[in-house]
């Protein structure tokens, strides 16, 4: 079946140590997007990638970074993790950028910083 | 700016009961769309139901259906014939053209058997 998958399911890391969550889709989608989910919170979106063109959301801190190296793959870079990173990080994928587009979910990437 | 809102922090419904999810929004855009997402507890978050702004028709999937009132600026799911495994959060998200997908809050849905 056609999907986005996450790697790895849980990360534990520590304060300072940097960390990459990984994302992978089979749907040939154009557009990634990747979200942080904070307990019972809705989703914000981070920055999204369509195609190699690379989007990032205003108050997205500069902690985080991405890299998109070919179509499948997307990755989550965070440089110098902070307490207040611990959240979900979601993954999703669409045909498109426009406004009708479904957005398809990976299971999410839990992260946890000591 | 849009915004979404969802006024129901939890609700709770008996298994083959209906329940309503209230969702509201506000855009200054006429063309946009409209969307209910599930989250089940430690599982990916999928689409329930998704509807366009300039279509009058209420969309509707199986046991979903949602009340789209365009002049309200209201957005509600209806969930018939519940099952345990629509237990879940449930969030309204909206779109329009050039801008990201915008989220409320989440509802979370308990099903009693």
């Known amino acids: 079946d056609a999907m986005v998958i996450q790697n790895p399911r849980y990360q534990v890391t520590q304060f300072g140590k940097p960390v990459t969550l990984s994302c992978s889709q089979t749907?040939?989608?154009?557009?990634m997007y990747w979200y942080q989910q904070k307990s019972s919170q809705a989703p914000k979106l981070l920055f999204h990638?369509?195609?190699?063109?690379?989007?990032n959301e205003a108050d997205t801190p500069d902690n985080f970074q991405s890299r998109r190296p070919n179509t499948s793959f997307c990755f989550l870079d965070i440089r110098s993790p902070g307490l207040g990173d611990a959240a979900m990080y979601l993954c999703?994928?669409?045909?498109?950028?426009?406004?009708?587009?479904?957005?398809?979910f990976g299971p999410g990437t839990r992260l946890t910083v000591l | 700016a849009q915004t979404v809102t969802q006024s129901q922090p939890e609700m709770s419904v008996q298994e083959a009961e209906t329940v309503t999810l209230s969702c509201t929004y506000d855009?200054?855009?006429?063309?946009?769309?409209l969307f209910w997402y599930k989250q089940p507890p430690s599982r990916q978050m999928i689409l329930v139901i998704r509807?366009?702004?300039?279509?009058?028709q209420n969309a509707t999937e199986n046991r979903f259906s949602v009340n789209f009132q365009k002049a309200a600026k209201s957005f509600s799911l209806k969930i018939s014939d519940s099952q345990l495994g629509d237990a879940a959060m449930y969030f309204c998200?909206?779109?329009?053209?050039?801008?990201?997908?915008?989220f409320g809050k989440g509802t979370t849905l308990s099903v009693s058997s």
């Open positions: 999703a994928t669409s045909r498109d950028h426009r406004e009708g587009d479904t957005q398809y």
């Open positions: 749907l040939n989608h154009n557009v």
């Open positions: 990638y369509y195609d190699k063109d690379f989007n």
């Open positions: 855009t200054s855009e006429s063309d946009y769309y």
């Open positions: 509807q366009e702004a300039y279509k009058q």
């Open positions: 998200a909206c779109n329009q053209a050039g801008t990201a997908l915008i």
